[in-house]
């Protein structure tokens, strides 16, 4: 056995330990993000720190979540093999990538075109045709695609927007960062349910605002 395999090994194991230990615990969610290198998804000076359990800056001014959050956000969104997933804030594509392993679709969208056209690079190369990307803004989510079982945003809003929760099925599950930019938000769940909304309110977190409109990047 090489050196390089051993420590990739290594690299592993303590990548899923330090997962497990943040409370990531769900097998199938474990498996997935066990298939997925984040290393794929991280370029330039950052990419040796790609195994460490930290946020990572990405370009157009967002960053990478850290891979425990990842891993908490996705649990929390308990997806079934036959559901059908929106993803809003594509990011660096890793998060739909742990999602493809899970769902049977996953439509992700990101305001930064640049974004998206890295991130589809990205899925296309690890052969991932369950994902389809959008440049778009997401805050009004996908019209067309709707309706969707699992809705997970990565940008945080002060409340639910209105239209992801339009195009969230009765019976669905959205997790969502909410609060004021820049102080400590909370992630939630939300249960669609025939008589109304069902909220839980999971940890504190922080993500970049979900903003409306375009990138201005090309």
């Known amino acids: 056995m090489s050196h390089d395999t051993s420590d990739t090994a290594e690299r592993k194991m303590q990548f ?5 230990s943040r409370g990531v615990t769900d097998k199938r969610v474990l498996e997935a993000m066990e298939k997925v290198d984040r290393g794929e998804f991280i370029r330039g000076i950052f990419a040796d720190r790609a195994y460490e359990d930290m ?4 370009a157009c001014g967002q960053t990478i979540s850290q891979p425990s959050v990842v891993g908490l956000m996705t649990q929390a969104l ?3 093999p036959r559901d059908k997933v929106m993803e809003v804030g594509t990011g660096s594509g890793y998060q739909a990538a742990v999602l493809s392993h899970l769902a049977r679709r996953v439509y992700t969208v990101d305001r930064h075109t640049r974004l998206v056209r890295e991130a589809k690079a990205v899925l296309d190369r690890l052969g991932l045709v369950n994902v389809t990307t959008f440049a778009a803004d997401g805050s009004f989510g996908l019209p067309d695609q709707a309706p969707f079982d699992r809705i997970l945003v990565t940008a945080a809003a002060e409340d639910p927007p209105g ?3 339009a195009q969230l099925k009765v019976g669905g599950i959205m997790v969502l960062p909410v609060g004021q930019s820049n102080t400590v938000q909370s992630l939630i769940r939300v249960r669609k ?5 069902e909220y839980d309110e999971l940890r504190p977190v922080r993500f970049v605002p979900l903003l409306e409109g375009m990138g201005k990047d090309t």
């Open 16 to 20: 899923l330990f330090a997962l497990r």
């Open 55 to 58: 946020p990572l800056p990405i």
């Open 78 to 80: 308990d997806v079934q």
């Open 163 to 165: 239209p992801l929760l």
């Open 193 to 197: 349910l025939e008589q109304g909304l």
